[in-house]
């Protein structure tokens, strides 16, 4: 198993600026990755953040929008940019210890006025 | 990655009653996991069925993974409030040459209770 802590919880932001989210686990994991879930609705993958190497980005997200960064094996962090009301979600990280669960933070909670 | 459709989107019952939610594709998965995701909780992991044919039970939990492995249900026997919350199907795929993995999630049944 994995415990996943997310700061911040919550967060409410002006549109235009940036937020930084940061995702830490309580141990080495290869895989992890951050998704995003509007209110009501599943939940979609915005890209695998690889150790070492740059992100891999899902279709209809772009590194110049959702910068993410995986400095070691343990912590990563994903940059909301130039925010807009449309960005307001929960964003998860979650890692894969093996092909078979992915294990989830408690989410950022964010509003974009 | 592969879509994967999931009904219903609502489901409400009485406690005590059954529960079912139901995962289709058009096309055959190489495996199937489930979660569960309370009200202002996050994911949580179930169960993953990979078997044609595969019964899972957990406690009042059965999960199936059908002949064609195409389609895969949750069924919970006699509803308690703490079974309230937003159940997710998704199918777990490798690409990119073995790479790359990604999760692609059902849009979820939101089963709500009444005590």
């Known amino acids: 198993s994995a415990v996943i802590s997310q700061k911040p919880s919550r967060d409410i932001c002006q549109r235009g600026t940036s937020l930084t989210i940061q995702c830490q686990v309580d141990s080495q994991v290869t895989m992890m990755f951050w998704y995003r879930q509007q209110p009501g609705q599943s939940l979609t993958l915005i890209a695998t953040?690889?150790?070492?190497?740059?992100?891999?980005?899902e279709s209809g997200f772009v590194i110049d929008k959702f910068p993410i960064s995986r400095p070691n094996l343990t912590f990563s962090t994903l940059t909301v940019s130039n925010m807009s009301p449309e960005d307001s979600s929960i964003y998860l990280c979650?890692?894969?210890?093996?092909?078979?669960?992915?294990?989830f933070g408690p989410g950022t909670r964010l509003t974009v006025l | 990655g592969q879509q994967v459709m999931q009904i219903p989107q609502y489901q409400h019952v009485q406690e005590g009653e059954d529960f079912t939610t139901y995962c289709n594709s058009s096309?055959?998965?190489?495996?199937i996991q489930w979660y569960k995701q309370r009200p202002g909780g996050h994911p949580v992991f179930l169960i993953q069925l990979v078997k044609s044919g595969e019964v899972k039970k957990q406690k009042r939990l059965t999960f199936q993974f059908g002949e064609a492995k195409k389609n895969s249900s949750l069924h919970i026997t006699a509803t308690q409030t703490t079974d309230v919350g937003t159940y997710f199907c998704a199918q777990g795929s490798i690409y990119s040459g073995g790479s790359n993995y990604k999760l692609t999630f059902g849009k979820g049944t939101l089963l709500t209770v009444n005590p």
């Open positions: 979650s890692v894969m210890v093996s092909y078979n669960e992915q294990f």
């Open positions: 096309t055959t998965l190489s495996n």
């Open positions: 953040a690889n150790q070492g190497s740059e992100a891999t980005y």
